[in-house]
Structure formats: structure tokens, C-alpha cells
């Protein structure tokens, strides 16, 4: 009768019998086959954790109600041949006045001709650009009526003129440059003085602006500034003290500063970073580390910007609010008084009627979780 009981022990719902030790043999196969099986199941759990704790984004578009009036922009490009002193930075509003009193911290860092930094960032503000020929000459007159020095409107000689050679040169003899004039009154015996040489001070206006302005290397402009919420533009473009040197020698031609200031504007650059707002997981900035490279010195690069709001909901954590950005662009080229504007980076910026909600949530939940570990633990152990 007790013999009989114990067949009925609990022990007999066991549905993994073990085999007695006597019949068990340890191969070397057997344990290849064990360290796999282990190695694998390592895998397969850290994956699914992986996966459990990842987190994944969903995308969500609204209608633009956001009530902010301005939004902060991030910048920093690099002009590989351009040096700082010709460079200045200026916002302007969708009605074309600049917006000198904007938040803005701008600094201007030298780059040598391989493009290394050199010195120490110096801080630069905003809204003394030349962006057009009237606008230069605008400043010109201004600067005349304070000094008194004439402005020449009329374009620098070329062979097909024919400069004045002040008495010394024979009949019908043209003198277009500094140095013809002087022949002129070696031959003539007479004692060369270039002070009122009309063509010794344009070329004395240009040697003075070369080496005013012209040198080697470039310039990485960078820094933080507030746009007006609604449409506009930021520019880079030739400094307004480009026209100072040249007063100072007198009487020069116009179209001799308007020439230098093509000549040695070559706006190839690099855009390292643009951005509008702050910085979330997964932001795209199309234009970070794109260099665009301009062949000759008569372009203006433009930019057109569309500003998507964009708030981002990472889990546990406050909300962001940022921007997203899409871009195209165009090269414009330009030649010397034809009044279609001076060199130039412009980015032209609007705000989209479509605002983003970027939120985050987990990939899974805990029981498929369990499901699956148990899944991976049990299959690989059976097999």
C-alpha cells in the first residue's frame, strides 16, 4: 500500500526526466555546440532589450499657430578668400530695412590660406553692408560733402580712350596711365609732379586699397542673431569702409572702387552650420558642411530658405521648440555697373504655414518582450 502511494508523488508530474549520471557522456562537440548555443542566446536577448528600451519618432503636421515673433538663428561660414575687413553681416526685414537693433553676437575669426585659424575671434556687428552701386554711391556723395574731395562718375580710361597728357605729350598723343604722363614730361624736360595727375591718383586709389584690404587668406564668420518671425533675409556682403580709403587720395573714378570690389570678392565658401532654433535628436540641417565654389569674383550666391516650426516631445523630458529647414538656390552673376548689385551671400528666409510635432515613444511593450525572451531562451536551448 505504500509502494502504491508513492507512485501517485507530485515527482511523477515531472515532464523533464533526467537520466541517471551513469548514462550521461561529455563530447568535445557537445560542449562546441553548448558555448554556441549560449553565445547565441546572448545575442538574440541583448537585441530584444535593445529593441524594448529603443525609443522611435512619429511625425505630425499642423497648421501654423505658434504666436512667436522671432526665432533665433545659428551661424558659421567660411569665405576661403576673402579677408574680414571687407566682410560684414546685415539683416534685413520683408520691408527692406535693416534691422540694426536685433539681438545679434557676431565675430569675425582670420583663416590662413589653408584655411587654419589664426588670432583670436574679434566681435563685429551688423548692417554696414554694400549690397548695391547706388547704395555706394550714396555713401560717396556723403563722404564728399564732408571732405570736399571730388567723386569721378565717369569709368577709368582704357586704350580706346585718350587721356590728357597735360602739355607734354605731342599732337594727338594719348597718356591713359600714370607712367605714360611721366614719359611724357621726360621728354618734354619737365619736372614730373603726379599731385592733380588725374590717372596717378586712380592708380594711386587702387595700390592704396590693395594694400588696405587685399590679403591673403579668408575670413570664418559666425555667431547668433533674432529674425523677425515672419519673411526677410540675412546677407554677407563687401564692408561700407571699402569706400573710405579712396577718399583720401583725392579724385578717383567710381567705377575703379566698383571694379576692386568685384575683383577681390570671390565668394566661394563653406557653410559649416546654419540653423533656426535648438538642437533635437534626428534634426536635419541640410546645408552643414556644404561648400560651394564660384569660379570668378562676379556672383551673388542666394539662398532660399522655408522654416518649418517644429516642436519636439522626447519621452520624460520638456518639450523643445525648434525649426526645421529646406533650401534651394541659385548663383546670379553679375558684372561691374550693370546695376544689378554687388557680390554677395544672401539667404532668403520665410516662415511655412505647416508646423511639425516630432514626438517620441518606446518601439515595444514588456510582455512581447517577455514573450520573446522566453521564445529565444527556450528555442535555443531545445535546439
Known sequence: EKQQRSKWDIRSLDAFPKTMDDFRV?????????????????????SEVSYFIGTETIDHLYVNTTRSSTVKVAIDISFHEIPCKMLSLDIVDDAGASQKDTFHQIFKHRLSPT?????????????????????MMSLLKEQEERTGNKIVLEKPLTEEDCGNCYGAGAKGECCNTCQQVKDAYERSGWRFKPQGISQCQREAFVENMRDQFAEDGGCQIYGQMVLNKAS????????????KGGMKAGLFSLMDLISFTFDQFNISHTVNSLSFGDHYPGINSPLDGQR??????????????????????????????????SVTEHLRHLAPGSGRGLPGVYFYYEISPVSALVTEKRRGSFFPFLTSCCAILGGVFTV
Open 292 to 325: 560651394r565654389n564660384v569660379e570668378d569674383t562676379h556672383g551673388m550666391y542666394q539662398y532660399y530658405i522655408k522654416i518649418v516650426p517644429t516642436r519636439y516631445q522626447a519621452l520624460g523630458k520638456d518639450e523643445i521648440e525648434s525649426n526645421q529647414y
Open 232 to 243: 526677410g533675409h540675412f546677407h554677407i556682403a563687401p564692408h561700407k569702409d571699402l569706400h
Open 26 to 46: 561529455k563530447t568535445l562537440s557537445g560542449s562546441i555546440i553548448s558555448i554556441i548555443s549560449v553565445i547565441l542566446m546572448l545575442i538574440l536577448f541583448a
Open 115 to 135: 584655411g587654419e585659424k589664426e588670432g583670436e575671434a574679434q566681435p563685429d556687428t551688423i548692417g554696414d553692408t554694400l549690397t548695391s552701386e547706388e547704395k
